[in-house]
């Protein structure tokens, strides 16, 4: 009879045992799920917030390169060679030089998106322009000279450059403790041409303008 009892309770009690066992692997099971589904969709949710960044970049660059379009034509002084050379729409250009001084004084222009910041005799050489232009009265391996240094120590790389019509020196490198850039110098009769750009940001626009330097020789 005691045996009789024993083993429905028995029965009962692992019964017990297992829906127990059972409801706790569930509940584990589901908290795992919670944990995984939550960590998946927040994955899902990055990548997406990271894939519409991407495209709004790609499509402002775009949308920003357009803009440029079409090239404006930079036209020099005639007592300077006539130098031109096409530039983005977007940028504007201001000429420093007084041409009241006719020929022998050194002309200069620069050029930047939107506006030219001012020109002074105090920060033109610490200030940054998308595109400084120079045509001076030394000749051509006297500019030269004066970049020798920083070649020497390394900050300025120099190699030879030609568009297919004129040739020179390329500079790359840092001119200034605060100007990182690129510059093409060039032999014009018996001046001198310095195109520079004094930020790597304008790389791109720099080398598709120099392709297009011309001016009478």
Known sequence: MRGAINGPIIAITALTILVIGFGAFGIWSYIQYSTVSTDVEGQISDATAKAVKEQVDIDEKKFAEREKQPLRQFAGLDDYGRLTFDYPKTWSAYQATDVSKGGGATYEAYLNPLLVPPVTPANKNSMKYALRVTIEQQL?????????????????????????????????????????GRAVIMKMRDRTLTVRTDADVFKDDYEALIKTIKFNQ
């Open 140 to 180: 051509y391996d006297q500019v030269i000279t004066t970049y020798s240094a920083r070649i020497k120590k390394g900050d300025l790389q120099s190699s030879a450059w030609t568009n297919g019509e004129y040739s020179g020196t390329m500079l790359i490198g840092n001119f200034t403790k605060d100007i990182r």
